[in-house]
């Protein structure tokens, strides 16, 4: 371990690794280091008895939930946009020839009490009992300007600068309904809250176009996709590449303490009375806690079930439950995934209800996504507080991702990883692949 590395990696959370897996492809000398003996942080997937054991203490599973080995239940479940940034980084990398996909059978969003198949094109949108039959006709005008909007063609523009015109501007434009632009905002642009209403509504119509050719893509059910088995082979297929390009893993080492010089700037990091030197450290926040703040708290239940959710007929599925539907200052997410993706046996369905806690109360906060599941065999509530970097990595080195935020998809996580890269190496990553590069790693 007394070498001298580019950079140290320390924790093996999925953002971690992607970086670690980047960086290792650039050529950089990569040491990754975890104090677990497991990969995946605090994104690891759990078998029936590590979930039994995390909440339920010292407690053995019941015998008619099935085998626990053939649980993968991920503590930070997230589907991915079939044309988005993950599954471009994924293809970028190569990583997918250690992965098989499937599509997620349904999005659906909450809507005046009731869960409704989110519509992304004009023709989904005519048939849609979100809306009422004027309301229809103007979804889909709109839905045709954001399918026709090319940035780079003023021509698609009908005259109005997106870069000025706010995403309420717009959506006033084409006289739609609140509930209308409730499920365009957060079930289809997948914003958290609705800051966007007064933002440029360019980004909004970015979003749009990314859900409809996600779609599109698969011509199936929704824009998602997931891993079979689930998201713990995201971070070990990361480690493989990272260990291909000559990146070096150590898990189970304890108490990994960052050393810094006097001036302020890592120079390595010490475990067991060894140090390993280093330009540039990476990490998860456990890491640096006097270089982090607390930006809010998850909250979430975790049911074992027996069922598809009522009224999905879905065996994965993703629904969005909008702020505005439930009172709230934030979305409530619900994923759903079951043995047809392999993270439960014959007949299981994993479901998981996650929002941005607002108070103490966790299982009145997320009862209205709860009550939707219907029946439950097992349900653990749980916690985590969520931290965001303070430091300046200019001077100190120190290269700090953000914790897990409350929604069911990757998009927000990409975005870190990809904006830590251009500040670790001062380059962006290079993302326009062909993407049917990948059909031969996914299951349809």
Known sequence: MDEEYDVIVLGTGLKECILSGLLSVDGLKVLHMDRNDYYGGDSTSLNLNQLWKRFRGEDKPPAHLGASRDYNVDMVPKFMMANGTLVRTLIHTDVTKYLSFKAVDGSFVFSKGKIYKVPATDMEALKSPLMGLLEKRRARNFFIYVQDYNEADPKTHKG?????????????????????????????????????LNEPA????????????????????????????????????????????GGTYMLNKPECKVEFDMEGKVCGVTSEGETAKCKKVVCDPSYLTNKVRKIG??????????????????????????QKQLGRKSDMYIFCCSYTHNVAPKGKFIAFVSTEAESDDIRSELMPGVDLLGPIDELFFDMYDRYEPVNEPSLDNCFISTSYDATTHFETTVTDVLNMYTMITGKTVDLSVDLSAASAAEEY
Request: aromatic residues 8%.
């Open 160 to 196: 109005l600068d997106l870069t000025v015109l706010t995403t309420k501007e717009l959506i006033t434009k084409h006289g739609l309904s609140d509930d209308t632009v409730d499920f365009i905002g957060h079930a289809l642009a997948l914003h958290r809250d609705d800051r966007h």
């Open 202 to 245: 360019l980004d909004t119509v970015k979003r749009m176009k990314l859900y409809s050719e996600s779609l599109a893509r698969f011509q199936g059910l929704s824009p998602y996709i997931y891993p079979l088995y689930g998201l713990g082979e995201l971070p070990q297929a990361f480690a493989r590449l990272s260990a291909v390009y």
């Open 297 to 322: 708290k998850v909250a979430r239940a975790i049911a074992i079930m027996s069922h598809p959710i009522p009224n999905t007929d879905a065996h994965s599925v993703q629904i969005i439950l909008p």
